[in-house]
């Protein structure tokens, strides 16, 4: 299951924390939207496989930070393909980016700020962590709407 916190940046923004591989509540939000994926695990790709098929699923763009941003970028790739929103890695959707040179919690929240390479209205933030790492970036992303940044 998620923990949903609700309007954490703006009406348009959601925040997940995944505490298991349960997707239901990525499947269930009902409009397009871009999401951006926040590692904190070891192995978070072996662990997450539903959430990422989820995510996969419904999202138009992927942007990938943290620990293993790359596999996880592959891995939502996979996905694209097997569900057949990809012809192949790179041509369809959801479009990906994994960034390993945006790693701490201040630098997520100030990319999250800019909206992002989608251009999707709505925009999902989930974070495969722990909830002192969640509130962490809820803080950061609390800043940035605020500008105390």
């Not at 995510?55 to 930070?65: G, K, L, P, T």
């Not at 989608?118 to 709407?145: A, F, N, Q, T």
Request: proline share 1%.
């Amino acid at each position: 299951m998620f923990t949903i916190i609700g309007r954490v940046y703006d009406a348009k923004v959601r925040f997940l924390r995944a505490t298991a591989s349960d997707a239901e509540d990525i499947v269930s939000v009902d409009k397009e939207f871009d999401c951006f994926l926040v590692n904190r695990l070891k192995d978070a790709a072996l662990t997450q496989g539903r959430l990422l098929e989820a995510i996969a699923r419904r999202a138009n763009w992927v942007e990938i930070f943290g620990v293993d941003a790359e596999a996880l970028h592959d891995a939502v790739d996979q996905a694209g393909v097997h569900l057949g929103r990809q012809v192949a890695i790179g041509e369809g959707y959801p479009m990906t980016a994994w960034y390993d040179d945006i790693s701490d919690n201040s630098a997520i929240a100030s990319y999250i700020a800019t909206g992002g390479q989608g251009d999707s209205l709505h925009k999902i933030v989930v974070l495969i962590g722990s909830p002192s790492e969640e509130s962490g970036l809820i803080d950061e992303l609390r800043k940035h709407r605020t500008g105390d940044s």
